[in-house]
Nanobody, 116 residues
Framework: QVQLVESGGGLVQAGGSLRLSCVYSGSIAGIQIMGWYREPPGKQREFVATITRGDRENYTDSVKGRFTISRDSAKNTVYLQMNMLKSEDTAVYYC??????????WGQGTQVTVSS
């Protein structure tokens, strides 16, 4: 089992920045990929960004150039730096990891609200 705890969400004006953090614990040796997903109001959960064990990053097109995913292995933490935020970035943001063996794990989510 892997436990994921997000923090850093909040209310921000359009054009502003936020940094989300996700602390992971438990059986972390098998983690292969960590990522961020989001669930906008009334919509399905969608992919935002992932980072692999080898630090390969991947982003959905709508956040490229604005969001950056990173990780600090010493702190067991993954970050999502979000700049130039737009109203359409409003969502509950979830931390996710793929562990082998073990499967997929999710955090509880953190709300990000961008006011226009």
């Amino acid at each position: 089992q892997v436990q994921l705890v997000e923090s850093g969400g909040g209310l921000v004006q359009a054009g502003g920045s936020l940094r989300l953090s996700c602390v992971y614990s438990g059986s972390i040796a098998g983690i292969q990929i960590m990522g961020w997903y989001r669930e906008p109001p009334g919509k399905q959960r969608e992919f935002v960004a992932t980072i692999t064990r080898g630090d390969r990053e991947n982003y959905t097109d709508s956040v490229k150039g604005r969001f950056t995913i990173s990780r600090d292995s010493a702190k067991n933490t993954v970050y999502l730096q979000m700049n130039m935020l737009k109203s359409e970035d409003t969502a509950v943001y979830y931390c996710n990891c793929l562990s082998i063996p073990g499967g997929t794990f999710w955090g509880q989510g953190t709300q990000v609200t961008v006011s226009s």
